[in-house]
């Protein structure tokens, strides 16, 4: 018990004599003030302006930026995704990892400028039930015409608009399946099995 009370005065001892910054909270003189506006404008420094992430990669006017963060330990991950008028872009971020300091590691960038595609939603809608009536494989319950995103694949230089739903496939009902579906032919572009991808 008497070693427990010799600890507390070295605490306080400890506590008291540690550093702290302190800010000041008062307004700078008037000396200082005047010094500041008596620079004539070609002195005075002159604030950059920081470019934003859609001039450092060329995004297009039309390409909406969303930005994800992931916090860890070593650092954190973010995720630039693009969309156009409200309709995900799918094959096309930019991933930059950075460790607890603030130092970038690694950048990836499969970002490339592809021009705007026209989005006609009535049609889009007629498109959907069409392929939502065709007997195959796949059940396209879930499928409607805001299940819409654009898809950029590797060797093609625009966009395709393509449906991305989850469906049923009647040769394995249990397995839950989800599709990306090119919206004026219906073919399928991809299939993930067990796990939303898209």
Known sequence: MKKFWLIIPIFLVWFLSSEKQVESFSKPS????????????ETQ?????????SEWWGVQRYHEIQTESFDSPLGRTLVYSFSQNGVPIIG???????????????????????????????????????LK????????????????????????????????????????PGVPTQLLIRSDDGKILRKSLGRKEF
């Open 133 to 172: 009536s065709q007997s195959g494989r796949y059940q396209l319950d879930g499928l409607t015409a805001d299940s819409l995103v654009i898809l950029v694949r590797e060797g093609l230089k625009e966009g395709e608009l393509a449906f991305a739903t989850s469906a049923v496939d009647k040769a394995r």
């Open 30 to 41: 008037e000396s200082v003030l005047q010094k500041e506006t008596a620079l004539s404008p």
């Open 92 to 130: 096309m971020n930019i991933r930059l990892k950075e460790r607890s300091d603030g130092a970038l590691i690694e950048e990836e960038n499969s970002y490339r400028p592809i021009s705007e595609i026209p989005i006609h939603r009535n049609v889009l809608e007629e498109q959907a039930t069409h």
């Open 45 to 53: 420094p002159t604030q950059e302006k920081t470019p934003t992430p």
